[in-house]
């Protein structure tokens, strides 16, 4: 007894020892890994690299008063320490460039410059051979470029050297130019008794710099005296609206501004030899006290004149032909066409057109800005190689000719391509080839022949994990026509020309092979479309007709009769329909896609379907058995980029739709049915699978291999609200990555057997499936290669109390209930 008891006694004993043991050993084990880690990384040091007479440059701290904005100091100074990784205090990037340094110097660098040597000597060489000026001149070309590419490579070394960052070595002398850019930013923005010192201390051979800003009171305008001797030119220039006013704080970039804006007003008015040097401001502090400036503006007149010369043109003369050559015998023609002389060789384009798009006009004032617009409507039209425009002052006092002088692109143009396509997050290859016709019939018309041939991989419309192959063949034909095909009066057509009008007439038919169905489209679509100032751009199609035909399996097909009786109506995709709508779009388009400043984009979609049916109902469609649809679809997408600095940006879009179909199926056509989930919309769920509502999918049959649900089948509705946020930062060479939050969902705006998929006011925003991630973006310049992790954070279709699920997250399997997939998304650009 006493020996069982003393067996039970040990063995407890050693289980727990045993458990101790091994809980210790893996808190050792994660110890003795972080320790190689940082011993592994201590080659990242950057002091390691630092001479025996060196520091580093380590940390800049800027310390100004409250009430000042010191983050306009943090980009001036001259020198900027190394990047470090994450919170450590390990400079990969200065690692990273000495390594590629090291091996540059040994192995590279010698060899690049040997090679252009020998490349110099070689084409000296050649062009020493020959006394022919135009091979001489190609010589000299080829040499200079290949040169610079090797110059190129010589200068910023390998790849280690250019995503890396040299060593910042401490410099007295920069950082006494960063005090003087620091000051002097403080002085030209009204700040003129403000100072700023500069100190320094070391530790570790690692120096912290402190700046410390002392701006003091800014000055503010208090008057602005003009003196302008010539009267026309003051006239013109105190009727306008200055960028300059009384109580302003002092700006010398908006002085800047304000001498830029005077030059182009002045231009638009006929002073074509004006210059902005000729305007002068002075600042008066002495006459004025408690910090406020006399602001005198003068624009002085040209040397030895009282005035500045204003410009009429006399002229207009137009050659469409430059750079044709025919013989010495054949002479251009000029023929007169409202008041412009059209000189050609052959009468090969249609005058009306190019004169439409001339707004230079014949004894009217110089303007600027009507030669820049005449200059862009005409490139526009796609047939001109180059459009240039000279003036000529020589003829007489006040008067000028204007020349353009215009070169044609080649009549025909054919291109082929081949590529990768991503569809719904899967890749699949193409083949294009396309023949463009300039001028086909003498009005400046452009046809376009278009072929295309690919594999596409999509997302199965029935089943997860997995995607088809999907065949897709397709054809077009469209003309463009440089005005719009509407029967307005000659003036109304020389008035629309400023908007740049455009005619299309497109047919198309597509057929596409998976394998579940066969599909194939006919369209036929008329649109017209024109633009406002480069940013607002418009599109109205009066026709866009569709006919649909698909063929099913037997499977497939039964498949798709159950969905429906369960409430989906994914089958109406399959039957034959006709299709014919009304769309007019507006996109505002302020700078979206510049990387260098802040942007907006705003696009909406009003489209109305079935619009003749309600007229009357075309025999053909009886015939053919098709369906009809009528419905009214409307769509907004507004999308904003915030340039936070030179490496980092916020960017956010909400996008929202609604449908509403009001035919006897009363259902929308399924291409015109709202979609959540995918690459470029709600990414923590997969490719058009997040909704409707709260509606749950069905549980999964194989929860550890595809988690809870069951998400086989696309999800459509009629109401669509989603939303992303998305920080985006520099990483490493052509590398980004991004943080985002995705938020949205579909509903159904009619009445169901599923009322969890309904839109309803009370409880609609406790729907929202929201995802969290993020991703690395590869930027090689002619495309964004894009590599998203999304992570689902809330999941309406959880029961209640059940739909916080980011602690869920599982970036591998085995699944089961408990733990969900993460979605790995793979895209061409940005998502939004």
Not at 139 to 156: G, S, Y
Not at 202 to 228: G, H, M, Q, W
Not at 710 to 730: H, T, V
Not at 781 to 805: M, N
Request: glycine residues 6%; proline residues 4%.
């Amino acid at each position: 007894m006493n020996l069982t008891f003393a067996l039970e006694i040990i063995g407890a004993t050693f289980s727990g020892s045993l458990k101790f043991s091994f809980r210790y050993l893996k808190r050792g084990a994660f110890g003795l890994a972080y320790i190689l880690l940082l011993s592994s990384l201590s080659g990242c040091l950057g002091t390691q690299y630092l001479r025996q007479d060196q520091k580093m440059l380590d940390k800049q701290i800027i310390e100004a008063p409250k009430n000042f904005n010191k983050s306009n100091l943090a980009d001036l100074p001259v020198q900027k320490p190394n990047k470090k990784f994450l919170w450590l205090n390990i400079n990969l990037l200065v690692w990273m460039y000495h390594v590629g340094e090291k091996r540059y110097v040994n192995h590279s660098k010698k060899k690049f410059i040997d090679k252009r040597a020998k490349v110099e000597v070689y084409y000296d060489q050649q062009i020493s051979q020959t006394t022919d000026q135009r091979k001489i001149n190609r010589l000299q070309f080829k040499k200079r470029k290949k040169t610079d590419a090797l110059t190129k490579k010589i200068e910023n070394g390998n790849l280690f050297m250019q995503w890396g960052e040299p060593l910042a070595v401490f410099d007295s002398v920069k950082l006494t130019q960063s005090v003087e850019k620091m000051n002097n930013y403080l002085f030209i923005n009204g700040y003129f008794r403000g100072k700023v010192a500069a100190s320094f201390s070391e530790k570790n051979r690692k120096v912290t710099i402190r700046y410390l800003a002392n701006p003091d009171r800014p000055y503010f305008i208090d008057t602005i005296l003009y003196s302008i001797p010539d009267a026309r030119v003051a006239s013109i220039v105190q009727e306008s609206t200055s960028l300059v006013a009384e109580g302003d704080q002092f700006s010398q970039d908006k002085l800047t501004k304000e001498r830029e804006r005077i030059d182009y007003l002045l231009k638009d008015n006929g002073y074509f030899a004006f210059s902005r040097q000729y305007i002068d401001f002075q600042v008066d502090t002495a006459s004025r006290k408690d910090h406020q400036i006399l602001l005198r503006m003068e624009i002085l007149n040209p040397p030895r004149t009282n005035q500045h010369r204003q410009y009429h043109v006399d002229s207009v003369s137009i050659t469409t032909d430059v750079g044709r050559k025919f013989t010495s015998r054949l002479k251009r023609t000029a023929e007169p066409y409202e008041n412009i002389t059209f000189n050609y060789f052959f009468p090969e384009y249609n005058k009306k057109i190019i004169a439409q798009r001339v707004f230079i006009k014949r004894d009217s004032l110089y303007s600027r800005t009507r030669t820049i617009n005449t200059q862009r409507q005409l490139a526009n039209l796609d047939i001109f190689k180059f459009v240039n425009v000279n003036y000529d002052t020589s003829a007489l006092r006040g008067k000028m000719v204007a020349n353009l002088f215009m070169s044609a692109l080649d009549k025909y143009s054919w291109s082929n391509e081949a590529g990768v396509t991503v569809t719904q997050g899967f890749p699949g290859p193409y083949i294009s080839t396309s023949l463009k016709k300039r001028n086909l019939f003498g009005g400046l018309e452009i046809l376009e022949l278009s072929g295309r041939f690919g594999f596409e991989g999509v997302a199965s419309a029935t089943e997860i994990g997995n995607f088809y192959q999907s065949t897709e063949a397709s054809a077009n034909a469209a003309i463009t026509f440089p005005q719009f095909l509407f029967p307005f009066s000659k003036a109304a057509s020389f008035r629309y020309a400023k908007y740049n009008p455009r005619t299309r007439l497109s047919a198309g038919y597509t057929y596409t092979d998976r394998p579940e169905y066969q599909r194939r489209i006919t369209t036929v679509a008329a649109t017209f479309s024109w633009d406002i100032n480069q940013r607002f751009q418009f599109t109205f199609s009066p026709t866009n007709l569709s006919i649909i035909r698909s063929t099913v399996n037997s499977s497939f097909d039964s498949l798709l009769n159950r969905l429906q009786n369960e409430g989906n109506n994914l089958k109406n995709a399959f039957n034959p329909a006709f299709v014919g709508s009304m769309i007019f779009s507006f996109t505002w388009n302020n700078n979206y896609g510049s990387s260098q400043k802040s942007s907006t984009l705003l696009r909406t979609t009003l489209e109305s379907g079935g619009t003749i049916l309600n007229l009357f109902t075309p025999q053909f469609i009886i015939d053919q058995g098709l369906q009809p649809f009528q419905y009214l679809r409307f769509n907004v997408d507004f999308r904003k980029n915030v340039i936070i600095n030179k490496k980092t940006s916020f960017a956010w879009r909400i996008n929202t739709g609604v449908g509403y179909a009001y035919s006897t199926n009363r259902v929308l056509p399924y291409e015109k049915n709202f979609f959540a989930g995918g690459s470029n919309s709600v990414r923590a769920w997969r490719p058009r699978r997040l909704g409707a509502g709260s509606e749950p999918p069905q549980l999964s049959e194989n929860p550890a291999s595809n988690g809870y649900f069951d998400y086989r089948f696309e999800k459509p509705g009629d109401l669509l609200i989603e939303g992303s946020m998305e920080w985006r930062q520099k990483l490493i060479g052509f590398i980004n990555y991004a943080l985002f939050i995705d938020a949205g969902n579909v509903w159904s705006l009619r009445t169901t057997s599923k009322p969890e998929s309904q839109f309803n006011w009370s409880n609609f925003y406790e729907e929202f499936a929201v995802g969290t991630g993020f991703g690395i973006r590869f930027d090689f310049s002619f495309l964004i290669l894009r590599l998203d992790v999304g992570i689902k954070a809330w999941d309406p279709a959880r029961p209640s109390g059940q739909r916080w699920v980011l602690n869920r997250a599982a970036f591998g399997g085995p699944y089961g209930l408990d733990r969900e997939p993460v979605i790995y998304n793979i895209g061409i650009g940005y998502p939004f």
